[in-house]
């Protein structure tokens, strides 16, 4: 069986992002649980702020397409937020507003309809002993709500995370690694069930 294709979604890509070295810590541990992970620069699409009046001018940008093209093309999706005034970020609430606005097109689906009844999963990481939890609750409603996502329940908020990764990316401490690999592996699971229903 070929392995789960995870695309990863990191809602910072500073430099410094502890929830992209998260991320690529969550890509290092994928092949073992038998998926393939593979990182999504969401500044990389060069999203402008969501506007009608730039929409109606410009039309959907290349960026919201890619995001499109990137999510349906993945088995399931880890979203991985840090917590932003108590939010997920302008960065990764802008880009899903976009993917919103992807209508259908010959030979490629709306935008929303790349997530409707999706596996997906929840990662935060933050300086903070919270972990960026609030910000990881809400985010699960949104994508719940409004994309339709089959959100698992399953989710780890990586507290004081300046703190928590080696030289070489992973994870110290063997419980925090132990808690992301259970999120993957419930997701996983959820993907694979979808996937033999055909």
């Given at each position: ?44 699409l060069d999203l402008p702020l969501y506007d009608g009046d730039w929409e109606d001018q410009h039309g959907v940008p290349a960026g919201a397409l890619a995001l499109r093209d990137a999510l349906d093309a993945a088995d399931a999706v880890l979203w991985v937020t840090p ?116």
């Amino acid at each position: 069986m070929p392995p789960i294709r995870l695309l990863i979604v990191p809602g910072s890509v500073r430099a410094s992002s502890l929830n992209l070295r998260l991320a690529r810590c969550v890509q290092q541990l994928a092949p073992a649980l038998g998926m393939a992970g593979s990182v999504l620069d969401l500044r990389a699409l060069d999203l402008p702020l969501y506007d009608g009046d730039w929409e109606d001018q410009h039309g959907v940008p290349a960026g919201a397409l890619a995001l499109r093209d990137a999510l349906d093309a993945a088995d399931a999706v880890l979203w991985v937020t840090p917590e932003y005034n108590g939010f997920p970020t302008p960065l990764m609430f802008n880009a899903l507003d976009w993917l919103s606005r992807v209508p259908a097109s010959v030979g490629q689906v709306a935008g929303v309809a790349t997530t409707t009844n999706k596996p997906a999963a929840l990662l935060s990481a933050s300086s903070g002993p919270g972990g960026g939890l609030r910000a990881m609750n809400l985010l699960r409603q949104f994508l719940q709500m409004n994309f339709a996502m089959l959100v698992v329940p399953q989710q780890f908020a990586l507290g004081r995370a300046q703190e928590a990764f080696d030289d070489a990316g992973a994870l110290s401490d063997p419980r925090a690694a132990d808690a992301v690999k259970a999120v993957l592996a419930a997701t996983a699971t959820l993907a694979k069930a979808l996937r033999a229903q055909g």
